[in-house]
């Protein structure tokens, strides 16, 4: 059963780096894509990026330049950064699995396993 | 990018009781459309993927349907363990949207 263990530094003062990392046991990260999606406090969920087998990411352009999704196969990790964070940026953040079917002429992508959440606080 | 509604954005409705939510898409996103359901706490599970396949391990009380930009989530005989919020996400296109949520809450 795959499971997913998420860290990283918890509270951050404003315009310093989020970095979060996300392993995985139970399946190798090669041949899937991988997500990372927060929630701030109270509110819904908002989708961050993924990282494709290829390595290639794509990430919600509303995070303008600010985000790097990576990978590292030998350690079968992915990683989150986000730099110049803001209060804004409070929240706590899933990675997740991605898994794709087709349907009909789409493909649909969806997340079927998340990590536990990690809450990251902006505040100086 | 694609906008997600939800409606409504909470209800209350009793044990035993049929809860119907709906989502609506800004544009058609053919039958790409997932449903999570989040419990206070923890992080979303998977319920709906392609509009109506049921995952693996969620009861049958649960369903989806629709297709292009009106979709809807359905719980039959409402269970005491399905009182959560509910989430829709078109799985289409880039950035992946979620609605908004619909708090479903004990009448």
């Known amino acids: 059963q795959v499971q997913l263990q998420q860290w990283g530094a918890g509270l951050l003062k404003p315009s310093e780096t989020l970095s979060l990392t996300c392993a995985v046991y139970g399946e190798s990260l090669s041949g899937r894509s991988w997500s990372w999606i927060r929630q701030p406090p109270g509110k819904g969920l908002e989708w961050i990026g993924e990282i494709n087998p290829r390595g290639s990411t794509t990430h919600n352009p509303s995070l303008k330049s600010r985000v790097t999704i990576s990978s590292d196969t030998s350690k079968n990790q992915f990683s989150l950064r986000l730099t110049s964070v803001t209060a804004a940026d409070t929240a706590v953040y899933y990675c997740a699995r991605v898994r794709w079917v087709q349907v009909v002429l789409s493909t649909n992508y969806y997340t079927d396993v998340w990590g536990t959440g990690t809450t990251v606080t902006v505040s100086s | 990018d694609i906008q997600m509604t939800q409606s409504p954005s909470s209800l209350s409705a009793s044990v035993g009781d049929r809860v119907t939510i709906t989502c609506r898409a800004s544009?058609?996103?053919?039958?790409?459309l997932n449903w999570y359901q989040q419990k206070p706490g923890k992080a979303p599970n998977l319920l709906i993927y392609a509009a109506s396949s049921l995952q693996g391990g969620v009861p049958s009380r649960f369903s989806g349907s629709g297709s292009g930009t009106d979709f809807t989530l359905t719980i039959n005989s409402l269970q005491p363990e399905d009182f959560a919020t509910y989430y829709c996400?078109?799985?289409?296109?880039?950035?992946?949207?979620f609605g908004q949520g619909t708090k479903v809450e004990i009448k």
């Open positions: 996400q078109q799985g289409y296109s880039t950035p992946r949207s």
């Open positions: 544009q058609s996103v053919g039958r790409c």
